[in-house]
């Protein structure tokens, strides 16, 4: 099924929200942004995982993080739904704009399809995805899940850490990482420009092959 | 970029492992996989990765579900590499088969393909792509992470253990669930269907809209 992977271009779409009409690349600005769509309003697993992300906004717009929600229920659906999620989720309120897409032209385009799940007029609806996009509009990592399983924001806080600091310095996160812990040196970094780069220094693991492509560092 | 999303079948390939050759669906047989490749072997991240595979492997064996990864390095190389993933991994074996797709076939067919990354040959490698393919060989999630992102093995664990309650009882996970925590009832069972499944009862949330779409039980 053709979409987005990661490495694409987010594409430039006018869309309408229930904060108004914006053009993706407006909204995206110089931020990472997380777009994340979700199969219905009124239904059981997005309204937690709306409310997470509510709870969750401030720990993502601490790292510059701006949250876009999308689902082809239409605006005014999406402002009542809003009142079920604030109340289910004690009163705090759903900050961040959700899509609205009941042509359901964007789920097509942005590969978030659920081929597995219609809505009662038999019309497709979207899987759980979840794309990070970067200040660069291109598709950085993404999540597919069904609509039987709710996404986990700790992993998407994770990979957001994650994404941040490969970007900044020229390290990579080693299986299971949490932020704090040690990181990798990208395979590319020599291990004299390593020793410059990292002043803090770094560990190299011993290895049977006697390559030195596992050294770990903190950043 | 075409490639496979939820929903959709597994090819059946004729794969070379370094577990000899096989075909995917005679691999995967009844069983839940866990379909993952990796950019390279002799790389740091990937390191890391398959040695928590391998530090997991007893936990995915216990719910029924086998690993198979997956990169464009050939068998032997997976089986050199092998020897430092083990060392680095305090000797813990790496059982699973690694299949080798030196000519980037499969990668490109399976929606694995980085494009952001090339080998000194300026040839595609792939992403940190997982499918999780089920007993009828469709895939059932995603992951996409890029290279310098290793992925989290608790996160895997725990999206399979929604997926095989989900299967099994007309339930789905809220956001963040884990396992042992209440799941919510699939919005298609009525009240009255609900009693009759869940007979040890369910709690539904108060919402403004006055809808019970959202039930919490525990299986």
Same mark, same amino acid.
């Given at each position: 099924m053709p979409g987005l992977t990661i490495g694409d271009d987010l594409p430039n779409f006018q869309v309408e929200t229930n904060h108004g009409k914006m053009k993706l690349h407006d909204y995206v600005g110089d931020s990472y942004t997380i777009l994340f769509s979700h199969p219905g309003d009124f239904t059981p697993v997005c309204t937690t995982e709306l409310a997470m992300m509510a709870a969750y906004a401030s720990k993502f717009a601490a790292k510059g993080v701006k949250l876009l929600g999308l689902s082809c229920d239409d605006v005014q659906s999406h402002n009542e739904w809003i009142k079920d999620i604030e109340a289910y989720n004690k009163?705090?309120?759903?900050t961040y704009p959700i899509i609205a897409d009941p042509k359901r032209e964007l789920i097509k385009q942005l590969n978030?399809? &659920?081929? &597995?799940e219609t809505d009662s007029s038999g019309h497709k609806l979207p899987s759980r995805a979840l794309h990070i996009v970067g200040p660069d509009k291109k598709i950085k990592l993404s999540f597919l899940y069904p609509a039987s399983t709710g996404r986990n924001m700790d992993e998407v806080l994770r990979v957001v850490e994650s994404l941040q600091k490969a970007a900044k310095y020229k390290v990579a996160t080693p299986a299971n990482w949490k932020p704090g812990e040690p990181l990798v040196i990208a395979p590319g970094v020599s291990n004299e420009e390593a020793k410059e780069m990292f002043p803090q220094g770094f560990d190299t693991a011993n290895l049977p092959s006697g390559k030195s492509y596992l050294r770990f560092t903190n950043v």
């Open positions: 009163g705090q309120k759903v978030m399809v &659920d081929p &597995d």
